[in-house]
């Protein structure tokens, strides 16, 4: 039987690498056959190339056997809406060729002849109008084109007549795929306010703002991975559980299987194992110890900083901070650099060239997005972005940041004395008032305002901590030269009354081979803020998540 049951694997194995050249996919916009080709000769994108290497092989192989099957077809980029307008010449180039757009209806509007519908697939501002006459294919569906409904449109790219789009699409053929009831559709041609938007924010991506905003988030990402990885740092996926408080605030989720959901209503009281003394015990929980959702990948981030010189974390963290202002969510997402061998100085060099770079990608790659943030939401926010681009950054200690606020003779809601922390109103002063719109990084804060594992200065009052500023924001990147020296850092730990068996694995970093290191962190969504000129987060974040709302 084992002889068998190895003859019959034998047998099958080729099967393993079968790959079939296969006709080309229907792509979302469709060409003739010959114009097709050439149009998708430099986008195709194969995957498995060892195993398409040796498909003749694997197929003769597999059809000895019997065992042919159908190949995977081959997977390459669709062509999209902004593929055809997003271009200097804003589609000219495409008049009198065969289109098939694939996207929801923006609008339809009936005239006496001719339909004007304006459809969107999301891959950019602009939307594809599409003309059709009562005589085409599928026209008896046209009482089912509403806002909202997901369409098929086939046709011919002609010049348009109107003043809004060089060209549109002269329809021959329409299907409807999936209907959209106009009298409950939440979303319609009118304005709606973006607090009503949060209440359906599974559908507000399909609005010119949030689609605008999500493509700019996207490319404020993808610039950010570019930007470490071509100047040779490594990502790390830090943990999203994790035992520790990065800043010490205590302001975590619990992560638990202590409460269970079993139970009609979930787990009573007594159902919770306790101590003697009636406190929780922790040594029954999954983890056997309190867990917690992350606030910061920065401590897991010194440890391969440590082995690799300079990584980089991107990834989501959570603060159960009661706060229900526009510029705190429970969930957001942070990028979170370390450099080893690195001091304040090389700190604050990363950051200005890492938000420079960021901010000119959009500029040179979302311009029609970024053409409706200034037109619709924030006047001269492009101007603004320039001015982070071409001038030099400011940075000043926070003793003289102190000195210009109490010297400006402003009434600020919150005082301002050496040894408080500034608050965004001072921040905003700073760097929109005082410098005119210039980024600013203030340096050296009294170490009792800052966590622990920050670097003490010589000065033995402040560390080596800076913030970066930006108008309109206030802090957008919070970062340190951190403690190396383990003597200081365990000092710290026990002003703080933080456990240092706690943090073990943390000072065993000092123990082996420490070097001077730094690192900075960043607000996503705080980025997007800035980028957009949103003026409330959680229009910044896809679904956001806050006090008391935890929908979608």
Same mark, same amino acid.
Request: charged fraction near 25%; glycine fraction near 8%.
């Given at each position: 039987?084992?002889a ?13 690498? =079968? ?12 060409l ?10 430099? =986008? ?8 398409? /290497?040796?498909?003749p ?16 077809g081959?997977f ?8 055809v ?6 589609? /000219?180039a ?12 923006r609008t ?5 002849t ?7 697939d ?15 294919e599928?026209?008896? =569906?046209?009482?089912s ?6 369409v098929?449109v086939?046709?011919?790219? /002609? ?10 699409l002269?329809?021959?053929k329409?299907?409807?795929?999936? +209907?959209?009831?106009?009298? $409950?559709f ?6 709606a ?11 507000r991506p399909r ?13 404020? /990402?993808?610039a950010t991975?570019?930007?470490?990885q071509?100047n040779?740092?490594v990502?790390v ?6 035992a520790?408080?990065?800043e010490?605030?205590?302001? =975590?989720?619990y992560?638990?299987?202590?409460l269970?959901? $079993?139970?009609?209503?979930? $787990?009573?009281l007594?159902?919770?194992?306790a ?6 015990d922790?040594s ?6 309190p867990a917690?959702? +992350? ?5 897991n981030g010194?440890?391969?900083a440590?082995?690799? $010189?300079?990584?980089?974390t991107?990834g989501?963290?959570?603060?159960a901070?009661?706060?229900n202002?526009a ?5 957001f ?8 061998f ?35 939401v924030e006047k001269?926010i492009?101007?603004r972005?320039?001015?982070v ?5 400011v940075h ?12 400006s ?24 008032v005082a410098?005119?719109?210039r980024?600013?990084?203030?340096r ?5 305002i800052k966590a ?18 930006v108008p309109?924001?206030?802090e ?13 850092l365990e000092?710290?730990?026990d ?26 962190g ?9 980028a ?11 679904f956001?998540?806050v ?6």
């Open positions: 039987m084992a068998a049951a190895a003859a019959r694997l034998l047998r099958l194995a080729p099967r393993r690498l =079968q790959v079939k050249t296969s006709p080309l996919p229907a792509l979302s916009f469709q003739p056959r010959t114009a097709l080709l050439a149009a998708a000769s430099g =986008q195709r994108q194969r995957f498995c190339a060892a195993a398409q /290497a040796s498909a092989a694997a197929a003769a192989a597999a059809a000895a056997t019997g065992l042919a099957g159908e190949a995977v081959e390459r980029k669709r062509l999209r809406v902004a593929d307008k997003g271009g200097e010449d804003e589609g /000219a495409w008049v009198g060729k065969e289109l098939a757009v694939r996207g929801w209806v339809c509007r009936a005239q006496r001719v339909t004007f519908v304006e459809v969107n999301g891959s950019c501002l602009s939307n594809m109008q599409c003309v059709l006459t009562p005589d085409i599928g026209y008896d =569906q046209i009482d084109v509403t806002t909202g409904a997901s098929l086939e046709g011919v790219v /002609a010049s348009s007549q109107g003043g809004k789009q060089k060209v549109e002269k329809v021959s329409i299907t409807v795929i999936g +209907t959209s009831d106009p009298t $409950s939440p979303i319609q041609k009118k304005r306010s973006r607090e009503f938007l949060r209440t359906v924010a599974h559908l609005t010119n703002t949030f689609g605008a905003v999500t493509r700019v988030r996207n490319a404020l /990402a993808y991975h570019k930007f470490f071509d040779g740092f990502w996926s830090s943990p999203i559980i994790t520790s408080d990065c010490g605030a205590g302001e =975590q989720f992560v638990t299987t202590l269970s959901n $079993s139970a009609e209503g979930g $787990s009573l007594k159902d919770i194992p101590t003697k003394d009636g406190r929780v922790w029954q929980d999954f983890f056997c110890k917690f959702l +992350t606030v910061s990948g920065q401590l010194e440890t391969y440590s082995a690799l $010189s300079d990584i980089y991107f989501p963290t959570f603060r901070e009661n706060s202002t510029r705190h969510l429970a969930e997402w942070m990028i979170e650099p370390e450099l080893a690195a001091d304040l100085n090389d700190d604050m060099a990363c950051a200005t060239a890492y938000l420079q770079y960021v901010v000119k990608y959009i500029l040179d790659n979302c311009k029609e997005d970024m053409d409706f943030f200034n037109t619709w001269g492009i101007d972005l320039n001015d681009v071409e001038k030099n950054f000043l200690s926070y003793t003289d940041a102190v000195e210009l606020l109490l010297g003779k402003k009434n600020f809601e919150f005082p301002v004395k050496w040894g408080l922390d500034l608050q965004s109103e001072h921040e905003r002063y700073i760097t929109e410098f005119g719109g980024p600013v990084i203030i050296d804060y009294p170490k009792e622990f594992y920050m670097r003490e200065n010589d000065d033995g009052k402040t560390v080596a901590a800076m913030d970066l500023l309109r924001v206030g957008l990147i919070g970062g340190s030269q951190r403690e190396e020296r383990l003597d200081h000092a710290r730990l002003e703080q009354n933080l456990s240092k068996e706690s943090y073990w694995w943390y000072l065993d970093l000092r123990r082996y081979g420490s070097v001077p290191h730094a690192g900075f960043l607000g996503f969504e705080r980025l997007v803020q800035f957009t000129g949103i003026d409330n987060i959680r229009d910044a974040i896809p956001p998540r006090p008391g709302s935890a929908e979608f």
